[in-house]
């Protein structure tokens, strides 16, 4: 499988961006999404995650501000990011996995098989 990841850019703090990754693989419906983000120096963390069934999951300092999508027919999978700080700046990858259950989620970077190439988001204050 293949990913590529787009749509990062710098933005003032409070904008918005949309992040946008396409899968190349056929039954792309049935893998597991996710979108993660590391700081320079700091660990890979988990932003959110999407269920082949659609079902989410969003680290708590997202929560309220970061939404994540699917559009299985497009192989494709979003993260929609409002509000944007300072603090969200990093480099933000997609990730997926497959899987035969509908709601499973998987949040840490090891459970995850394939990965994008990462693109960068730059919050200015």
């Known amino acids: 499988v293949q990913l590529q990841a787009s749509g990062g850019g710098l933005v003032q703090a409070g904008g918005s961006l949309r992040l946008s990754c396409a899968a190349s693989r056929r039954s792309y419906s049935s893998y597991v999404m996710g979108w993660f983000r590391q700081a320079p120096g700091k660990e890979r963390e988990l932003v959110a995650t999407i269920s082949s069934g659609g079902s989410t999951y969003y680290e708590d300092s997202v929560k309220g501000r970061f939404t994540i999508s699917r559009d299985n027919a497009k192989n494709t999978v979003y993260l929609q990011m409002n509000s944007l700080k300072p603090e969200d700046t990093a480099v933000y990858y997609c990730?997926?996995?497959?899987?035969?259950?509908?709601?499973?989620?998987?949040?840490?970077?090891?459970?995850?098989?394939?990965w994008g190439q990462g693109t960068q988001v730059t919050v200015s204050s």
């Open positions: 990730a997926c996995r497959p899987t035969l259950y509908g709601s499973m989620l998987y949040t840490r970077p090891l459970e995850y098989d394939y």
